[in-house]
């Protein structure tokens, strides 16, 4: 039979696994639904970013040679 402070210890680690799963279970879900879509976002518009200058600068380069 345990005693009152083995219930305790017992008790005070089983909580604490409870916040500890808690937390990995929470940073996984941030993760999926914060972190790798905003990477995502990032990535698509620095994408867009360079497609826009490429772009740009091609149509200056038509222009400089029209004149």
């Given amino acids: 039979m345990p005693t ?8 005070a ?4 696994f409870f ?3 808690y937390g990995i279970v929470s940073f996984a879900l941030d993760l ?3 972190i790798l879509p905003g990477i995502r976002t990032l990535l698509a518009n620095r994408a867009a970013r360079k497609a826009d200058e490429k ?3 091609e149509r200056e380069e ?3 040679q029209l004149y």
Avoid: S, V
């Fill in 4 to 11: 009152e402070l083995g219930w305790f210890y017992f008790g």
């Fill in 13 to 16: 680690g089983t909580l604490l």
């Fill in 19 to 21: 916040f500890w799963a």
């Fill in 32 to 34: 999926k639904n914060k």
């Fill in 55 to 57: 772009r740009e600068r």
């Fill in 62 to 64: 038509k222009e400089q």
